[in-house]
Nanobody
């Protein structure tokens, strides 16, 4: 059974940076394009960023373009999301998932990691 585990969230101030990490257990991520999504309270989960299986291409939501960077380390079976210049509007639970590139999640979800940005 494939499991995903996100980590790296926390409470930060506006303008700070965070690096989220997602480890995939039970499968080899090198076969998959991967993505990050986030969910605001009371809202549907939304797309944030994606990276192709070979790392050659990335795609971002307009709201994070220029501030967030997705990357992957297949040797560690991990996907990362570097988040810079955080704003209160980035406060959400962040999830990773395999994707049909660029924005369609497939497979299972992890528990997510909470990111809270204070003003």
């Amino acid at each position: 059974q494939v499991q995903l585990a996100e980590s790296g969230g926390g409470l930060v101030q506006a303008g700070d940076s965070l690096r989220l990490s997602c480890v995939v257990i039970g499968s080899v991520i090198s076969d998959y394009s991967m993505g990050w999504f986030r969910q605001f309270p009371g809202k549907e989960r939304e797309f944030v960023a994606a990276i192709t299986w070979d790392g050659a291409s990335t795609h971002y939501a307009d709201s994070v373009k220029g501030r967030f960077t997705i990357s992957r380390d297949d040797a560690k079976n991990r996907v990362y999301l570097q988040m810079n210049s955080l704003t209160r509007e980035d406060t959400a639970v962040y999830y990773c998932a395999a994707v049909t590139y660029p924005t369609v999640p497939i497979g299972s979800w992890g528990q997510g990691t909470q990111v809270t940005v204070s003003v």
